[in-house]
């Protein structure tokens, strides 16, 4: 059974960056054919993609955040690292990290993938 656990700050200032980890147990994030993404879903909207990072460690981000996002991985830990720089308050949201087996950029739902993390919430401010 996979299991993916977010960490991190609970809260972050305006203009810092925002770093999560997830720690995967059960299988592994070089595990070819998978993608490893992040997610999140502000206060009263839907989920948005973020970006991910494949099995070879090739990402990928959305368009809208690409400037301010970077995934890495530690595979000796069996975890990725979501960076969003340059934060404001439309940043805060539950923060996901989940499992899918084919390309994620346009799953609008938690249950189109196949594990994801309980969520961690971050919130921006001062």
């Known amino acids: 059974q996979v299991q993916l656990q977010e960490s991190g700050p609970g809260l972050v200032a305006p203009s810092q960056t925002l770093s999560l980890t997830c720690t995967v147990s059960?299988?592994?994030?070089?595990?070819?054919?998978?993608?490893w993404s992040w997610i999140r879903q502000p206060p009263g909207k839907g989920l948005e993609w973020i970006g991910y990072?494949?099995?070879?460690?090739?990402?990928y981000y959305s368009p809208s955040l690409k400037s301010r996002t970077s995934i890495s991985r530690d595979t000796s830990k069996n975890q990725f690292t979501l960076q969003l720089s340059s934060v404001t308050p439309e940043d805060t949201a539950v923060y996901y990290c989940?499992?899918?087996?084919?390309?994620?950029?346009?799953?609008?739902?938690?249950?189109?993938?196949?594990?994801w993390g309980q969520g961690t919430q971050v919130t921006v401010s001062s």
């Open positions: 990072i494949g099995n070879r460690g090739n990402t």
């Open positions: 059960g299988g592994s994030i070089t595990y070819t054919y998978y993608y």
């Open positions: 989940a499992r899918s087996s084919t390309d994620s950029r346009y799953y609008t739902r938690l249950q189109e993938y196949d594990y």
